[in-house]
């Protein structure tokens, strides 16, 4: 079984550009989220969706975005990018039938803004 | 505020040696407390899953202990391998969390020397 898969893993861009990352789940799974890591804020949870629709959002300011296709695929779209974006973004996924559902992670998106 | 505490920051010890991870936190109520390792450059990947009224959970030679009552956790090592050089995160769920919105810990970071 193929598991969470990002695109691209490297990206690098400039202040003010904007970005989309793209996920896919492992198959089945409904819930995919996303987070960001830092090595100064660790990992921070962005927001969740679910049948395409957005379940929870985190404390992130509204640049960062995201949807979900009907086949579970989620892209995370950020626009006006910062210096402080440059990060490990990473797309989780899940059947999320019950709290207790293990979540499966992907390998990353290095996004570096320069 | 709900937040996860892991220490220490960092460890380095010698092949086959065991060691203790410890996470200590404040989310109440909770519904699971998970441990991850994270390789440098790739995504966490899951070794314990433990919900508020377990105890224990075993994962080959990873083994995982809470007590719920002073909000705390262990994540034991035993007989260290260098595939076990990674940083270890402590993740958990609020009880109200019916997304993927975790409290993440900063993470330990393990190195395991010839």
């Known amino acids: 079984k193929a598991g969470v898969t990002q695109t691209p893993r490297y990206l690098i861009k400039t202040r003010g550009q904007q970005v989309t990352l793209s996920c896919s789940p492992i198959s089945g799974h409904r819930s995919v989220s996303w987070y960001q890591q830092t090595p100064g804020q660790g990992l921070q949870f962005l927001f969740e969706y679910f049948s395409e629709t957005q379940r929870n959002k985190g404390n992130f300011p509204g640049r960062f975005s995201g949807r979900q296709f009907s086949n579970s695929r989620s892209e995370m779209n950020v626009s006006t990018l910062e210096l402080g974006d440059s990060a490990l973004y990473l797309c989780a996924s899940s059947l999320a039938v019950s709290p207790n559902s293990p979540l499966h992670f992907g390998n990353g998106t290095r996004l570096t803004v320069t | ?114």
């Open chain 2, 1 to 114: 505020k709900n937040q996860v505490e892991q220490s220490p920051q960092s460890l380095i010890i010698l092949e086959g040696k065991n060691c203790t991870l410890q996470c200590n936190y404040t989310v109440s109520p909770f519904s699971n407390l998970r441990w991850y390792k994270q390789d440098t450059g790739r995504g966490p990947v899951s070794l314990t899953i433990m919900t508020f009224s377990e105890n224990t959970k075993s994962n080959g030679r990873y083994t995982a202990t809470l007590d719920a009552d002073t909000k705390q956790s262990s994540l034991h090592i035993t007989a260290s391998q260098l595939s076990d050089s990674a940083s270890y995160i402590c993740v958990v769920s609020p009880r109200d969390n019916y997304g993927q919105n975790f409290v993440f810990g900063p993470g330990t970071r393990l190195s395991v020397l010839p």
